[in-house]
T-cell receptor, first 114, second 118 residues
Framework: QKEVEQDPGPLSVPEGAIVSLNCTYSNSAFQYFMWYRQYSRKGPELLMYTYSSGNKEDGRFTAQVDKSSKYISLFIRDSQPSDSATYLCAMSGYLGAGSYQLTFGKGTKLSVIP | DTAVSQTPKYLVTQMGNDKSIKCEQNLGHDTMYWYKQDSKKFLKIMFSYNNKELIINETVPNRFSPKSPDKAHLNLHINSLELGDSAVYFC?????????????????FGNGTRLTVT
């Protein structure tokens, strides 16, 4: 089992739809959870982050973490064509002996159709 | 006024050649990284580096070597290029030393160098 699993899509939705993107993970040491957005031909940029379990909202975006289920989600409300990008989850944690790890999911490609 | 800039943007070369990719960050960050993103968009760390410590992902072939002339630059030199090296290589940086990745020191990525080995 890979440490971080993410459905690569592609996912196509009509403009205005609610989008749900998800990742599962296996390493219980992960404590910081991030979502990066990557537009075509660009580098990833940090979109949202959460620490441990709970929800965080920023405008049309909501990040959720359920550590008991090892499951994280990113919701996009009122999706716009400008949201069309690849969304990568990423997570990090202290593994002991001075060792940290930042692991990315494979990314989900989202297209929002006008 | 790009924060993390890489050159070249595209690189096409033949098997067996040696090439370098350059990276510069003007964010004053302490730690820089090289990531490889394959055709399936999987982003994997290759190196992390600050003034004190170079950490190498054990899966990276020793044909790849990072070189840092100063804190703001981290170049990637690749010897004897192979077809499987074709990918997008991203430079990234963040503030703070050590390896801890937290929300208050997120990674800032460049726009990538698209390497094609023929």
């Amino acid at each position: 089992q890979k440490e971080v699993e993410q459905d690569p899509g592609p996912l196509s939705v009509p403009e205005g739809a609610i989008v749900s993107l998800n990742c599962t993970y296996s390493n219980s040491a992960f404590q910081y959870f991030m979502w990066y957005r990557q537009y075509s031909r660009k580098g990833p940029e940090l979109l949202m982050y959460t620490y441990s379990s709970g929800n965080k909202e920023d405008g049309r975006f909501t990040a959720q973490v359920d550590k008991s289920s090892k499951y994280i989600s990113l919701f996009i409300r009122d999706s716009q064509p400008s949201d069309s990008a690849t969304y990568l989850c990423a997570m990090s944690g202290y593994l002991g002996a001075g060792s940290y790890q930042l692991t990315f999911g494979k990314g989900t490609k989202l297209s929002v159709i006008p | 006024d790009t924060a993390v800039s890489q050159t070249p943007k595209y690189l096409v070369t033949q098997m067996g050649n040696d090439k370098s990719i350059k990276c510069e960050q003007n964010l004053g960050h302490d730690t820089m990284y090289w990531y490889k993103q394959d055709s399936k968009k999987f982003l994997k760390i290759m190196f992390s580096y600050n003034n004190k410590e170079l950490i190498i992902n054990e899966t990276v072939p020793n044909r790849f070597s990072p070189k840092s002339p100063d804190k703001a630059h981290l170049n990637l030199h690749i010897n004897s290029l192979e077809l499987g090296d074709s990918a997008v290589y991203f430079c990234a940086s963040r503030s703070g030393g050590g390896q801890g990745f937290t929300y208050n020191s997120p990674l800032h990525f460049g726009n990538g160098t698209r390497l094609t080995v023929t």
